[in-house]
């Protein structure tokens, strides 16, 4: 019973001794997980796939909350859209660029409906900052 305790308590001791270790103590990410700063179709367009910040305008679209920087629109699609008093401001949006390829919808008519049709940026996981 008594090494069971032992057992415990050193790997108790051991635990706090790397939290107190790792105390103070501030590691930059590593380099492949630093954001690339893009701000218009053509450096989005080279960033498909990575870790970026798009800084821009936040506009509500029917797809999801958008930024909208110059040519280029991000979809923000893990946000339906933004919330009260962020529309309209100043954002940086940070997150993994995907393009996507949409269809229109089309009704029973055969009319479009309100879709995207071609390719378009989405970013899923998406942080975002309200910019002064």
Same mark, same amino acid.
């Given at each position: 019973?008594?090494?069971?305790?032992?057992? *415990?308590?050193?790997?108790?001791?051991?635990? &706090?001794?790397?939290?107190? &270790?790792?105390?103070?103590?501030?590691?930059?990410?590593?380099?492949?997980? =630093?954001?690339?700063?893009?701000?218009?179709?053509?450096?989005?367009?080279? &960033?498909?796939?990575?870790?970026?910040?798009?800084?821009? *305008?936040?506009?509500?679209?029917?797809?999801?909350?958008?930024?909208?920087?110059?040519? %280029?629109?991000?979809?923000?699609?893990?946000?339906?859209?933004?919330?009260?008093?962020? =529309?309209?401001?100043?954002? =940086? %949006?940070?997150?993994?660029?995907?393009?996507?390829?949409?269809?229109?919808?089309?009704?029973?008519?055969?009319? *479009?409906?309100? &879709?995207?049709?071609?390719?378009? %940026?989405?970013?899923? =996981?998406?942080?975002?900052?309200?910019?002064?």
């Amino acid at each position: 019973m008594i090494s069971y305790l032992d057992s *415990i308590a050193g790997a108790a001791l051991g635990a &706090a001794a790397m939290l107190v &270790a790792g105390c103070g103590s501030r590691q930059e990410p590593p380099a492949s997980t =630093a954001a690339i700063e893009v701000s218009d179709a053509a450096s989005a367009g080279a &960033a498909v796939g990575k870790r970026v910040r798009v800084t821009g *305008i936040a506009r509500n679209a029917k797809l999801s909350a958008a930024v909208v920087a110059g040519d %280029l629109v991000v979809y923000a699609v893990a946000h339906p859209s933004w919330p009260d008093g962020v =529309a309209g401001k100043r954002v =940086a %949006l940070d997150g993994v660029l995907e393009r996507e390829q949409g269809t229109p919808a089309r009704g029973p008519s055969g009319e *479009i409906r309100a &879709a995207l049709e071609g390719p378009y %940026l989405v970013v899923r =996981a998406a942080d975002y900052t309200v910019l002064p």
